[in-house]
């Protein structure tokens, strides 16, 4: 390896290091504005000059590779002067507008300017004029303030997969835009903020209303998707301003999905504050007390048999295990976590999890998707896919929706036929998987929320055991949620018991008039209109369909307005924390559970959020490790049984309105309208109303 000299120390590194690259490792900080360490090289900024012995002028540290016995300086005076020519060179025609910017406070540009920017400008023409273009509704654009880093033109190429943005002109008439004018149509549109080093690119719903020294800084986990991406949330008095990446590189490296990142306006629309109980027909305001013993009443003559629960896609772990609880105390078998109707077991753990961890797909060498599209279902997972295809290690096939993955990849169909052709060795694409020394599996609810998912899910693993995903090393068969609460409830066991009711059979009793009792747990996306004359109970925090629904509400956090554990689709184990208080008189729905059985006097036997995850963690002895991968037992699962001609499809149709936060969003409205369906419906596995 070759061993270099910077600044006086010594350090050897692998070949096709940079010089910028080495210097960090050393703690040595060169500026820079158009490196970044995920990007590829672009070199076209010049602040990272720096000196090397023997070569005639200021070399770029950025895209010059480390050489054996290089001497490198990067704090000369020589070197000093040059950046401070750059500097001047940036500034000529920027607006200097720093105290309307919004990335002031946190701008690249005023933190350089500061340590080589000059007191005053030499340059007295008039300043360069670019105007504004129309990026879509999430990103405000300033690009008079555009130094041409070039940084958001390589993410979308390279990681985001949507070439859509490019420079056009040369020197001063140099520009950089979109091609046709049009919006940027990319789920991860929004790391474009982050990139931007200038304020050239900012927050369009959040324009103009702080400064980056207000915010209270909180981190925690997403649950607008499976994936448990670390986020951080920012918050302004008691309000949600805006959601940032924190930086994971086994989860989410440092992106963000537009969905998790903007719908945080949804939190402060159609919330629910205090508790409701339906009189004559009409929801009215009620208190506490009121309402929780208007549901005793419905429950003390009610049997067992005839009370069910459900929880929704965002439910947090405290929430079930405390439902799951009640209704033990109640003699109840029929709960639910899997709202869309996914036939997935809770017994066998790796049966719903990805197994290979998300971080795995980076030694994956196969991939078969089926049933899923997880551009939409999970933009950052797929980001990913993409970075593994690009090396060219891994051949991609999908059988389901017919689809851009951003990723070349072979269709081979979309039904359920196929598949069953694959496991049974009738498809050329099962030799493909079985010479792979990491092949994967990809299994999306499009797969297993249908009538026939059971025999899907068998099929699945007769084709992991048929192409070899199993090894002592690795274990290529993985699930793709959707709902950041579907692994955690399997994991709780909060699935139908003995003799109990699935989310169908739950609503076709209450159809029959056979279920008294109905809790649903943030459960927003079943049939509501199919629910009979039951007595419905909503924990939740939106006035979405549940609430509308419901004949008593109790009003819930959102998730960033409370302590909750979530585990992810790779089965780690994430804790959300408190960013800012709930509206009104909501309170946590373990604590509202935990109220009604003092009122049932079936009292719960906790009664702080540290004994609600100690009773967590001798449910399921998962919930100890959080944070942590830990793998699951291969085992037997699936039904055979014979499968529908059906196409499979993907279960999310409008990628910015699934969920109650997002549907409750102005902004992800917007997207709907730019980007969503020519139909302008919600997700197919929502319900529409008004």
Not at 214 to 232: F, N, Q, Y
Not at 364 to 371: K, P
Request: net charge neutral; charged share 25%; hydrophobic share 40%.
């Amino acid at each position: 390896m070759p061993k270099l000299s910077i600044d006086g120390r010594d350090i050897e590194v692998e070949a096709g290091t940079t010089i910028l690259q080495a210097a960090e490792r050393l703690g040595i900080e060169i500026p820079r504005f158009c490196y970044h360490e995920r990007l590829a090289i672009s070199g076209n900024c010049r602040m990272c000059l720096v000196e090397v012995e023997k070569m005639p002028k200021p070399v770029a540290s950025c895209a010059q590779p480390v050489g054996d016995g290089m001497v490198v300086r990067t704090n000369t005076p020589a070197i000093r002067k040059a950046r401070q020519g750059v500097m001047e060179f940036l500034l000529v025609n920027h607006p200097l507008d720093c105290p309307v910017c919004d990335q002031g406070g946190e701008c690249d540009l005023q933190d350089q300017a500061v340590a080589y920017g000059a007191d005053r400008g030499r340059c007295r023409e008039p300043r360069r004029q670019v105007h504004d273009h129309d990026y879509g509704p999430l990103i405000a654009t300033t690009m008079t303030r555009c130094i041409h880093c070039t940084r958001c033109v390589r993410f979308l190429n390279e990681i985001a997969g949507v070439p859509e943005l490019g420079a056009v002109g040369r020197g001063e008439h140099m520009e950089v835009g979109t091609y046709l004018g049009r919006a940027i149509g990319s789920e991860l549109s929004g790391n474009l903020i982050d990139l931007c080093p200038v304020g050239a690119l900012t927050n369009k719903p959040a324009a103009f209303t702080y400064r980056s020294w207000e915010l209270k800084k909180t981190e925690s986990a997403d649950v607008m998707d499976a994936l448990g991406s670390r986020i951080r949330i920012d918050t302004r008095g008691n309000q949600v301003v805006r959601i940032l990446p924190v930086a994971d590189d086994a989860v989410n490296e440092e992106w963000l999905s537009d969905r998790s990142r903007f719908a945080c306006d949804g939190l402060t629309r159609q919330r629910l504050d205090r508790c409701y109980v339906r009189r004559d027909g009409k929801l009215t305001p009620a208190s506490w007390h009121e309402a929780v013993m208007a549901v005793a009443n419905a429950l003390r003559g009610a049997p067992g048999g005839r009370v069910a629960a459900i929880a929704g896609d965002q439910a947090d772990a405290e929430s079930m295990v405390a439902l799951k609880d009640l209704m033990a105390g109640l003699n109840s078998p029929n709960m639910d976590c899997r709202g869309d109707g996914a036939k997935l077991e809770a017994g066998v753990r790796a049966s719903y999890l990805f197994n290979s961890t998300i971080a795995g797909i980076n030694q994956a060498d196969a991939v078969l998707i089926v049933g899923s599209n997880p551009r939409k279902e999970a933009p950052v997972l797929n980001a990913r896919l993409r970075a593994r295809w690009l090396t060219g290690q891994m051949k991609a096939a999908v059988i389901g929706p017919k689809t851009d993955l951003t990723f070349g990849h072979d269709w081979l169909g979309d039904t359920a036929e196929i598949l069953s052709s694959v496991a049974e060795g009738k498809h050329p694409f099962l030799e493909v998987l079985k010479a792979a020394k990491r092949p994967m599996l990809i299994l999306g609810q499009g797969a297993l929320a249908r009538d026939d998912g059971a025999a899907v899910l068998s099929l699945a693993r007769k084709l992991a055991d048929a192409a070899g995903l199993i090894k002592p090393d690795w274990n290529g068969f993985n699930v793709l949620h959707t709902a950041a609460g579907r692994v955690g409830g399997l994991d709780l066991g909060f699935v139908p018991g003995k003799g109990g009711r699935d989310v169908a059979g739950i609503v076709d009793g209450a159809a029959r008039n056979e279920i008294d009792v109905l809790f649903l747990l943030g459960a927003d996306e079943i049939d509501m209109a199919g629910l009979g004359h039951a007595f419905v109970v909503y924990l939740g925090s939106h006035g979405d369909a549940g609430a509308h629904r419901a004949d008593v509400v109790l009003p819930a956090p959102a998730y960033t307005e409370k302590s909750g554990t979530w585990v992810s689709t790779e089965g780690r184990v994430r804790r959300s924390r408190l960013a800012a208080f709930p509206p009104g008189e909501a309170k946590p729905e373990w604590m509202a559970i935990k109220a009604l059985s003092d009122a049932m006097n079936r009292a719960l036997p906790y009664a702080t959020l540290a004994e609600v995850r100690q009773r967590m963690v001798a449910v399921n002895p998962i919930f100890a490790a959080v944070d942590e991968i830990r793998p699951a037992a291969w085992g037997a699962f699936g039904m055979l049984g014979a499968v529908s001609d059906k196409p499979f499809e993907s279960t999310i149709a409008d990628f910015h309105r699934v969920d109650p936060i997002s549907r409750a969003s102005e902004t992800m409205a917007a997207c709907s309208k730019a980007f969503g369906p020519k139909c302008g419906c919600h997700s197919k596995k929502t319900v529409t109303h008004d």
